[in-house]
């Protein structure tokens, strides 16, 4: 499969209810509040811990994970896989399948290296730089789908490489003001005789908009392929409500839309398109503060469609729209 | 001569200060070294590849904040790396204090800062031409972004003007559009009868040019002075400034200057 031909913008809303979409650490663990404006915030390491989960939840290589169901560094898991793709005679094979100078330096390498030690050890001499970088560029290309979307810093010995994701996802905010609840105390009993009491802060309601991108360019040097991103798709419309824990229930997602550009459109075309959504509380509800669910908001897609409608064909080579109910876009 | 201009708009900006450790501290302006990444990348250059071909030798670059910015602090749960096998976890994590740059309002407003970039005098590179042209054609490469990969942003607004005047003063007050180079500046003034009253004015040591040797190694600093609101500097002023004519507005600008080579 060769890396995607088009770039695209995306964007992704999904509702909190009564939980903690994201704690701050220092601050007792609120929810992320910008409080000058109300607003909530999401980082996009916490959205892509949900995507890589549900990846390994279903079975997919994730590189930021684990190998034999321990926790392994960067290092074990890169020998992991090196040792496990490289020492069965059929797949090492495949793997140099036309490119023979590499194949010549692999088995010279195996032949001099010692009884004991696995591939991975005698590779990681310096003076097999190339090699080395042709067996980590493989490796993610045919491996791990989440360094092929978000990308990854590898810093091994022998095997240093940086790669920067295609897809970005930028900071997500409430398109709502959000407000927290009060009361936010509870018990925590260890057995008869020491219980103490914890503090549980949550968001009444939070409507979270996320704008990404995916670069075409950035794709060739993670080789990541349009089956990926059909992936990614599908994960972060599933992620969410698949992985609940005590603070992260009721979440679900709202929108996904995501614009996929022709040639000589690039990504950013329509600046950040949660700039083109509009949303304010209902006339019968009395403002923000009152807001405890996804009925109670007015939300106004009107910019999006037309800006939509107008350059389809032209700028739009295709929009991939998934909604949940009680949204609908005209496109 | 000419002068290239373009905004570059985000929801949130992040420019690290080098110099800070735990707390990751940001510029509240791109330094040069950060606008020639972006520009690199619009032009599909790859990482480290261009600091000679994008130095202040070659390409003068100015910039102007546009938009009112705020900075606001947020922590973020980093790994605590001490060796090689922490990347598990098993060490705990740190809290990050982490500064960001957004607009007024998060929700309704943005960040947009204005960049000028025009060749260097003498300079044989044609930077401004061909970055225009990719601009104008839609033509760019990697992704804008606002200090972090992740800080999508786009470029708006790109306009070219050919034949700018150059006015030389000495010591005179004048307004100024873009940041300045405090080595020029003597004197600040605040009306009280101007819109621009409660300015937020600061000065920073920003990082300017790269060595050549793929390593991020700092080899100039700009000493700058600049508002973060979308208000004129009124500054006496000894030097040189760029007139940008339109009807409705004149934009007066500065391009940074180093303040001396730091290392060789």
């Known amino acids: 499969m060769s890396a995607i031909k088009n770039n695209s913008d995306f ?36 959205l892509k811990r949900y995507i890589r989960d549900y990846f390994m939840n279903e079975g997919k290589e994730v590189f930021v994970s684990m190998e034999d169901g321990k926790k392994v560094n960067p290092d074990q898991k890169l020998e992991f896989t090196i040792n496990r793709l490289l020492t069965e005679q059929d797949l090492v094979e495949s793997y140099f399948d036309g490119n023979d100078e590499m194949r010549k330096s692999f088995d010279e390498i195996n032949k001099e290296k010692k009884e004991k030690e696995g ?18 560029d493989k490796i993610v290309k045919e491996t791990f789908l989440d360094i092929r979307l978000f990308g990854s810093a590898f810093a091994v010995g022998g095997f240093t490489h940086a790669y920067t994701g295609p897809v970005q996802i930028n900071w997500g905010y409430s398109l709502n003001k959000v407000y927290q609840i009060d009361s936010d105390s509870i018990v925590t009993i260890m057995n008869d005789d020491s219980s103490t009491f914890g503090k549980d802060y949550r968001v009444h309601y939070s409507l979270l908009a996320f704008h990404g991108v995916v670069n075409k360019y950035s794709a060739q040097q993670t080789g990541l392929t349009e089956k990926d991103l059909e992936e990614f798709r599908n994960g972060i419309w599933q992620a969410i409500p698949s992985l609940p824990t005590r603070s992260k229930l009721n979440q679900y997602p709202k929108l996904y839309l995501e614009i996929v550009y022709n040639d000589g459109f690039n990504n950013g075309h329509f600046g950040d398109l949660r700039d083109l959504i509009h949303c304010s509380p209902k006339d019968e509800i009395a403002g923000y503060k009152k807001v405890r669910r996804f009925s109670d908001l007015k939300i106004d897609f009107s910019k999006l469609e037309s800006l939509i409608n107008s350059n389809k064909g032209k ?8 909604t949940s109910d009680g949204i609908t876009i005209n496109i | 001569m000419d002068v290239l201009s373009f905004d570059i708009c985000g929801k949130f900006a992040h420019f690290r200060k080098f110099h800070a450790n735990n707390t ?14 972006i520009i690199a990348g619009i032009m599909g250059r790859e990482k480290n ?18 938009s009112d910015i705020r900075k606001s602090f947020h ?39 204005r960049v000028f970039i025009s060749d260097q005098e003498g300079s044989k590179s044609k930077n401004t031409e061909n970055l225009q042209e990719i601009l104008i054609n839609q ?26 005047n150059t006015i030389q003063v000495n010591n005179e007050f004048v307004n100024i559009h873009s940041a300045c180079n405090s080595a020029d500046v003597s004197e600040l003034e605040f009306l009280e009868e101007a819109a621009f009253k409660f300015n937020f004015v600061e000065e920073e040591l920003l990082p300017a040019d790269f060595k050549a040797n793929n390593d991020r190694e700092l080899k100039a600093m700009n000493r700058v002075l600049y508002t973060t609101r979308n208000f004129p500097l009124r500054v006496k002023l000894k030097g040189t400034y760029h007139e940008l004519k339109e ?14 080579i730091l290392t060789q």
């Open chain 1, 11 to 46: 964007l992704f809303i999904y509702e909190a209810i009564n939980c903690n979409p994201n704690g701050d650490p220092d601050q007792e663990n609120k929810p992320r509040m910008d409080y000058e404006t109300q607003t909530n915030l999401v980082t996009d390491t916490r």
């Open chain 1, 119 to 136: 591939v991975f050890k005698a590779l990681q001499n310096k003076k097999n730089r190339a090699l080395n970088d042709f067996i980590l």
């Open chain 1, 315 to 322: 700028v739009i080579k295709d929009v991939i729209l998934k």
């Open chain 2, 24 to 37: 990751a501290l940001s510029y509240s302006i791109p330094p040069r070294t950060t606008i020639i990444g």
């Open chain 2, 49 to 66: 590849s261009y600091y000679e071909e994008f130095s202040s030798e070659n390409m003068r670059i100015g910039i102007r904040v546009v």
């Open chain 2, 75 to 113: 922590r973020l749960n980093y790994l605590m790396i001490k060796s090689k096998d922490d990347f598990t976890g098993k060490n705990g994590r740190v809290q990050t204090p982490f500064e960001v740059i957004t607009g007024n309002s998060i929700r309704e407003g943005k960040v947009v800062y």
């Open chain 2, 139 to 164: 033509k760019s490469s990697y992704n804008a972004s606002l200090g972090l990969a992740n800080f999508n942003a786009s470029i708006e607004n790109v306009k070219f003007w050919q034949k700018v």
């Open chain 2, 247 to 260: 009807e409705n507005e004149i934009q007066r600008i500065q391009f940074l200057e180093n303040v001396g």
